[in-house]
């Protein structure tokens, strides 16, 4: 996902608290983006996976249990933290696209119904701001992301589309590998696949590793004259020089004395 497509997102209203979809489709989304959650993990958290603070929101695995391939990284996997600050403590920001305020709204909304249904995300109210007591299925959560595309006439992306931003993201930005995985939950080298190198840094590499392709043109000749009264210096006159743009190179000059 870009930047640009999800400042379309909530200027068109599919994210944001102006309604209870609208409510859904934000929780959805950022539990993707900013936590890395994979689509079947979003039918497993419940409100008590989260903790707000004044100006963070704590994400924790509950009960996690990695599927198991034989592997010892997969027996010693350790449930995931993590934690995403929205602003600085007394920071100006904008209330309503204020993460904190929101996931307050709706985890609010959830525990109004966490006792009678093990959910997070709960059917939204046509009429209300409001969450009917009904767990929305896996299907339709993995729906979510593809029609706000497709109302916004955007390329259709599938849920694990927010998944692979969180990561590509981190990596553009230069952020530690370690910090990543710990943040995405990867255990195995699959991490990688989600890198997803910028047009800059396509650009840097191609600079680094391409060949000079300036142009070099010629001009007059130069004559190159001993002075009479200093041995050891030379005068240019009527001087041609090759020109073009050089970067990282050395340029040697011989000078040969006319007799």
Same mark, same amino acid.
């Given at each position: 996902?870009?930047?640009?497509?999800?400042?379309?997102?909530?200027?068109?209203?599919?994210?944001?608290?102006?309604?209870?979809?609208?409510?859904?489709?934000?929780?959805?989304?950022?539990?993707?983006?900013?936590?890395?959650?994979?689509?079947?993990?979003?039918?497993?958290?419940?409100?008590?996976?989260?903790?707000?603070?004044?100006?963070?929101?704590?994400?924790?695995?509950?009960?996690?249990?990695?599927?198991?391939?034989?592997?010892?990284?997969?027996?010693?996997?350790?449930?995931?933290?993590?934690?995403?600050?929205?602003?600085?403590?007394?920071?100006?920001?904008?209330?309503?696209?204020?993460? $904190?305020? #929101?996931?307050? @709204?709706?985890?609010? =909304?959830? %525990?109004?119904?966490?006792? &009678?249904?093990?959910?997070?995300?709960?059917?939204?109210?046509?009429?209300?701001?409001?969450?009917?007591?009904?767990? $929305?299925? #896996?299907?339709? @959560?993995?729906?979510? =992301?593809? %029609?706000?595309?497709?109302? &916004?006439?955007?390329?259709?992306?599938?849920?694990?589309?927010?998944?692979?931003?969180?990561?590509?993201?981190?990596?553009?930005?230069?952020?530690?590998?370690?910090?990543?995985?710990?943040?995405?939950?990867?255990?195995?080298?699959?991490?990688?696949?989600?890198?997803?190198?910028?047009?800059?840094?396509?650009?840097?590499?191609?600079?680094?590793?391409?060949?000079?392709?300036?142009?070099?043109?010629?001009?007059?000749?130069?004559?190159?004259?001993?002075?009479?009264?200093?041995?050891?210096?030379?005068?240019?006159?009527?001087?041609?020089?090759?020109?073009?743009?050089?970067?990282?190179?050395?340029?040697?000059?011989?000078?040969?004395?006319?007799?």
């Amino acid at each position: 996902m870009s930047e640009e497509e999800e400042a379309t997102f909530w200027e068109e209203k599919f994210l944001g608290t102006t309604s209870a979809k609208s409510l859904l489709n934000t929780m959805y989304f950022y539990n993707g983006k900013i936590f890395g959650l994979r689509g079947g993990d979003h039918r497993k958290i419940v409100g008590n996976n989260f903790e707000i603070g004044p100006n963070f929101i704590k994400f924790e695995e509950l009960n996690a249990s990695k599927t198991y391939h034989g592997g010892l990284c997969d027996l010693k996997y350790v449930p995931r933290k993590v934690k995403h600050g929205c602003h600085s403590i007394g920071e100006k920001h904008e209330p309503s696209r204020c993460l $904190v305020e #929101i996931y307050t @709204l709706c985890i609010g =909304l959830v %525990e109004t119904h966490a006792k &009678a249904v093990t959910a997070f995300y709960f059917k939204p109210s046509t009429r209300r701001l409001a969450l009917e007591k009904v767990a $929305v299925g #896996i299907n339709s @959560l993995n729906k979510i =992301l593809p %029609e706000m595309c497709e109302s &916004a006439g955007f390329k259709r992306k599938t849920a694990h589309s927010l998944r692979v931003t969180c990561v590509s993201s981190l990596f553009n930005a230069g952020v530690d590998e370690k910090f990543i995985r710990k943040r995405s939950g990867h255990r195995s080298n699959a991490l990688f696949q989600y890198e997803k190198p910028t047009e800059e840094n396509v650009s840097k590499a191609s600079n680094i590793l391409g060949q000079s392709t300036s142009v070099v043109s010629t001009s007059t000749c130069i004559t190159i004259e001993k002075r009479e009264e200093q041995d050891e210096s030379i005068a240019l006159k009527d001087v041609v020089f090759q020109k073009g743009n050089f970067n990282n190179c050395t340029i040697n000059v011989t000078v040969s004395k006319k007799e």
